[in-house]
């Protein structure tokens, strides 16, 4: 079985395991305070022009989301997200088991409008009944989305904006952040979001580390208290320096956005060969997620050998599925499934002519 279904089925890229058994026998402090961590948080300062941010590496992307936004928000304040978005619909619920709603609104193509924040935050605010409502206080996007979407730099301005005038946090889950960066289409970089965002993370699990996110907090009043909460949310590792020395490893020599590129040159391979096929898609995604409709019994046959994820149903006889390529996949792994695939098409097409 070759898997297609998520960019975390391998372990870590060999630069990471080597400098992790490299500095295996050392004594360091705990919980992030070892010079390792320092490094990379510096590592990721420089890499957003900004001295004064606050970098602190949790093991994974819910952990980071449900700590970042219960230290942002008071028990009476919500959190504004897509209705597809992370926090809303692969978190069991963790935003809300930490006392905090998530306001889910509709967006297109996994994304939000700087006009959408804004009438949701307005509707709130103009109505007689405001005190018995929950108050939206935090913007929540992914970049990529969960439908491997991006934003542009002018959309990210835009929402960043409407954010400010609304008395709004902006928080942007960048779990796949090195996939985004390195898209065809991708017209932001690291300075860009540490200047439009209050704090954002950036994903290590979904690219080329054994696990670890690092949280980028921009904003003054969220740095306050924030390793407190870490703690009280189980987020604080006690060997922290396996986080820093992941990082390190991603972040040299570029590391981090070779593997992203990797991952979206193969999604876009794999695209190619589905479109020179006919098949259409559920959105339009240049990075490492791609979602053909397909029939189901093209499906069936490609499940024999192949991993995928279920997206939905399209009609009695097609579905919207997910390829996902990752840092790691192999380009012989993608050829050989554009192959199997040209063959079931072909095969399918022959037997409805007939």
Request: proline share 1%.
């Amino acid at each position: 079985m070759i898997r297609f279904n998520c960019d975390y089925a391998e372990g870590a890229h060999e630069n990471i395991l080597k400098l992790i058994m490299e500095t295996n026998m050392e004594q360091t402090p705990g919980y992030g305070e070892d010079h390792y961590s320092e490094q990379a948080r510096e590592m990721i300062r420089e890499l957003c022009k900004n001295q004064e941010a606050e970098v602190q590496f949790f093991v994974g992307g819910t952990q980071t989301n449900l700590t970042v936004i219960a230290a942002a928000l008071r028990a009476h304040q919500c959190v504004i997200a897509a209705d597809s978005g992370h926090i809303n619909v692969h978190e069991t619920g963790a935003i809300e088991a930490c006392g905090h709603k998530v306001w889910a609104i509709p967006g297109a193509d996994g994304k939000l409008t700087a006009k959408q924040i804004w009438d949701a935050w307005e509707s709130h605010a103009v109505n007689e009944s405001y005190e018995h409502m929950v108050q939206p206080k935090m913007v929540y996007i992914s970049n990529p989305t969960e439908v491997g979407t991006i934003y542009s730099k002018n959309e990210l301005e835009e929402i960043s904006k409407t954010c400010k005038e609304c008395g709004m946090y902006l928080f942007l889950d960048g779990a796949r952040l090195a996939y985004g960066l390195t898209s065809k289409e991708n017209d932001l970089d690291l300075e860009t979001i540490a200047q439009c965002c209050d704090v954002f993370s950036i994903g290590g699990t979904k690219t080329g580390a054994l696990f670890g996110e690092a949280a980028v907090i921009i904003n003054d009043i969220l740095k306050e208290d924030f390793r407190y909460i870490m703690k009280q949310k189980g987020a604080m590792l006690a060997k922290g320096r396996l986080l820093g020395i992941q990082f390190i490893g991603l972040f040299k020599n570029d590391l981090y956005f070779q593997l992203g590129d990797h991952a979206n040159q193969m999604a876009q391979k794999l695209k190619k060969a589905f479109q020179k096929a006919g098949c259409s898609f559920l959105v339009d995604s240049s990075t490492n997620q791609q979602f053909p409709i397909l029939s189901d019994q093209i499906l069936k046959e490609l499940g024999k050998d192949y991993s995928y994820c279920y997206q939905e149903r399209i009609d009695e006889e097609h579905s919207a599925v997910r390829f996902c390529t990752s840092w790691a996949t192999k380009e012989e792994d993608v050829d050989q499934l554009i192959e199997d695939f040209e063959k079931i098409w072909e095969k399918c097409k022959s037997a409805d002519k007939r």
